[in-house]
């Protein structure tokens, strides 16, 4: 890692060794004598070729930066792992897995990774930048999302589900509004894959019994802790993340999360049905969301292709052809 800072005297970058902090050198610019300032983990810092500029995002892993790749020229966003989770190898693991997970996938509606690794014992995840905001906070600014635009960011992100399990094998495990960005334009784009699961897998990264994933948006199966998951747990998450595009209430907030995900892997949660809160919602999109989130995996849809013709069908209007399991939804 380096530093890069203003020299006090003559104003050009300086570059120094991070290991240096604090020491007292001259500027090699002007020759004055200066001190190179003890800079923690931030703006100025250097990790793997990103000069950070600002801090524009935070998690339990890692916190998010706006930053710089040097030798591409290009703005982009970089995840740098907590430094108290640095030495605990599971967590690395996992932090470097997404990486890797996420390296593999191409398309326009995943968020593409230029770059990981670790510098100087620090690791990180170099990313496209996203000129926009987390759904989370889309909804906390602006409200439920009309329902024809909602379906419509629901298809791009069906169909990058789609592509990353017929093409790559890859489970995501944790749909949700969070993990979702929204550029300027509208565009959806998948992140977060530190929980994604390649089906051909077979170490876990997790200790037996503990569950992954977040229980307001998790199907009964995952819930119930079954290791043998496949897309259909996807599906119902991506169903649960519609419904809050919709009514912009999450399910099941006003539970206790472990009388949840007890309820959830017995398959005894109900939603409301979503014209509560948004009235003039179509019956044909209420059923969508209702196909998605059965409470049997084996009652959901059969396959992404599924969904998607089923989405394409509520766009136009028309009624979903997949309808009448017990679903999560009370309709």
Known sequence: MKLMFPCMHCQETIKAPHDMRGVAAECPHCKADI????????????????????KIGLG??????????LSMS???????????????ETMVSRFLKEAR??????????VEVY?????????????????????????????????????????????A????????QILHRDIKPANIMVTREGEPKLLDLGLARSSSETARLTMVGEVLGTPNYMSPEQADGDM??????????????????LTNSVPFSDMDLDDLL???????????????????????????????????????????PAVIDDIDRVLKGEAPKKFGAASVLQV
């Open 35 to 54: 001190e190179i300032p003890k800079l923690p983990i931030g703006p100025g810092i250097v990790i793997g070729g990103f000069l950070l500029k600002k």
């Open 60 to 69: 339990g892993m890692g916190d998010v930066y706006l930053a710089k790749q």
């Open 74 to 88: 290009r703005e982009a966003a970089v995840k740098v792992l907590h430094s108290s989770l640095s030495y605990n």
């Open 101 to 110: 997970i996420m390296a593999k996938l191409e398309h326009p509606n995943i």
């Open 115 to 159: 770059d990981a690794g670790e510098d100087e014992g620090r690791h990180y995840i170099g990313m496209e930048r996203i000129d926009g905001m987390p759904l989370d906070d889309f909804l906390e600014q602006h409200g439920m999302v009309p329902e024809a635009e909602a379906v419509f960011a629901a298809r791009g992100l069906a169909d």
């Open 161 to 168: 589900l789609r592509y990353s399990w017929e093409e790559k």
């Open 228 to 245: 043998n998951l496949d897309f259909r747990a996807d599906i119902y998450s991506m169903g649960g993340t519609l419904y809050t595009l």
């Open 262 to 304: 007890i309820k959830q892997g017995k398959g005894l949660m109900r939603l409301e049905d979503p014209r509560k809160f948004a009235p003039n919602l179509s019956e044909a999109c209420v059923k969508l969301i209702a196909a998605m989130m059965a409470v049997n995996v084996n009652d959901r849809y059969s396959s992404w």
